[in-house]
Nanobody, 124 residues
Framework: QVQLVESGGGLVQAGGSLRLSCAAS????????MGWFRQAPGKEREFVAS????????VYADSVRGRFSISRDNTEKTVHLQMNRLTPEDTATYYC?????????????????WGQGTQVTVSS
């Protein structure tokens, strides 16, 4: 059974940083692209970042490019999202997702497995 467990969310002031992690189990992590999505209250879930196997390339949403960085540790079966210069508009529940193929994707329908999410709140 595949499980993706996110951690690292919390409350941070605008301009601050957070690092999210997603630990995968029941998944070989080989040839699995990984992604991060987010959903703000009252809004649809949206793409944030994705990274191909084994170490990239990565792709980002325009709203986070230059501030967020996705990385993966294939030995630990973990993917990270480093978030810098956070703004209140980044407040959302952040979800980790995995594909069954190696190439990154911006599209939710391309992902087979999803975590339960971790809350990020940015105060002004």
């Amino acid at each position: 059974q595949v499980q993706l467990v996110e951690s690292g969310g919390g409350l941070v002031q605008a301009g601050g940083s957070l690092r999210l992690s997603c630990a995968a189990s029941g998944l070989t992590f080989i040839a699995n692209a990984m992604g991060w999505f987010r959903q703000a209250p009252g809004k649809e879930r949206e793409f944030v970042a994705s990274i191909s196997w084994p170490t990239g390339p990565a792709v980002y949403a325009d709203s986070v490019r230059g501030r967020f960085s996705i990385s993966r540790d294939n030995t630990e079966k973990t993917v990270h999202l480093q978030m810098n210069r956070l703004t209140p508009e980044d407040t959302a529940t952040y979800y980790c997702a995995s594909r069954r193929v190696a190439d990154y994707s911006r599209y939710q329908s391309d992902y087979a497995y999803w975590g339960q999410g971790t809350q990020v709140t940015v105060s002004s």
